[in-house]
Antibody, heavy 118, light 114 residues
C-alpha cells in the first residue's frame, strides 16, 4: 500500500520560511507526479502545487505563486515544499498526494500542520 | 470562493439516496479536450481525504458500488445510495482547470445521515 509521510510542520513567524518534506514508499516514486494540498482550520481543501514525475513541470495556485517552490528528489523518494514569505493565511494542514492522472490525487499523506503566527 | 460550486450541506435518512452536485465551467468540468475529469473525495473529521471516484465515474478498488459519479456538460454529480450513518463526512469534487493550469476543488459538502 502506498505510504506518504509528511514532516517539517510547526509554528513559524510571518515573513519567515519553512520547508516541508514528504517521504514516499511502496510505489515507484519517480514514475508519478506529486501534489501538495492544504486545508485551513475548519475550511475546505485548497490545492497548492503539482510537480511532474521528473520535476520538469511545476504548477502552482495563484495564492502561493512566487512564494512557494515544489521540488523532488527521486533518488531519495522525497517531495518538498519550500515556503517563504509566510502569511497568517498560510496556516493549514499540508497534505502531500500522489497524482493518478489529470490532477486526481489517489493517495494522501496524513498531513502536517503549519501555523503562521507571531 | 471556490472555482467549483457545491452545496454546503445535504441530508437524507439511512437507506435513502443522496445526490451531491458540483458545478464548474468550460475551462474545467466542461473541458473535454483538456482531459478535465472529475474526482470525488470523502473526508472524515481529523483525517486525510480519500479518493472515491476518478475520471468522472470510476471507483478505486475497495470503494463500494453505492458510490457513483457522473458528468454532463459543466456539472458533475456524486450519488450515494443505501445511505449509512458511517457515510457522514465531507465530500469534495476536484478537477483540472485548463485556463488556470491548476487543480481546483469545490468548497465541500457536509453529508448528514439522519
Amino acid at each position: 500500500q502506498v505510504q506518504l509521510v509528511e514532516s517539517g510542520g510547526g509554528v513559524v513567524q510571518p515573513g519567515r520560511s519553512l520547508r516541508l518534506s514528504c517521504a514516499a514508499s511502496r510505489f515507484t516514486f519517480s514514475n508519478f507526479g506529486m501534489h501538495w494540498v492544504r486545508q485551513a482550520p475548519g475550511k475546505g481543501l485548497e490545492w497548492v502545487a503539482l510537480i511532474s514525475y521528473d520535476g520538469s513541470n511545476k504548477y502552482y495556485a495563484d495564492s502561493v505563486k512566487g512564494r512557494f517552490t515544489i521540488s523532488r528528489d527521486n533518488s531519495k523518494n522525497t517531495l518538498y515544499l519550500q515556503m517563504s514569505s509566510l502569511r497568517a493565511e498560510d496556516t493549514a494542514v499540508y497534505y502531500c498526494g500522489k497524482d493518478l492522472a489529470a490532477g486526481t490525487v489517489d493517495y494522501w499523506g496524513q498531513g502536517t500542520l503549519v501555523t503562521v503566527s507571531s | 470562493q471556490s472555482v467549483l460550486t457545491q452545496p454546503p450541506s445535504v441530508s437524507a435518512a439511512p437507506g435513502q439516496k443522496v445526490t451531491i452536485t458540483c458545478s464548474g465551467s468550460s475551462s474545467n468540468i466542461g473541458n473535454h479536450y483538456g482531459n478535465s475529469y472529475v474526482s470525488w473525495y470523502q473526508q472524515f473529521p481529523g483525517t486525510a481525504p480519500k479518493l472515491l471516484i476518478y475520471e468522472n465515474n470510476k471507483r478505486p478498488s475497495g470503494i463500494p458500488d453505492r458510490f457513483s459519479g457522473s458528468q454532463s456538460g459543466t456539472s458533475a454529480t456524486l450519488d450515494i445510495t443505501g445511505l449509512q450513518t458511517g457515510d457522514e463526512a465531507d465530500y469534495y469534487c476536484g478537477t483540472w482547470d485548463g485556463s488556470l493550469s491548476a487543480v481546483v476543488f469545490g468548497g465541500g459538502t457536509k453529508l448528514t445521515v439522519v
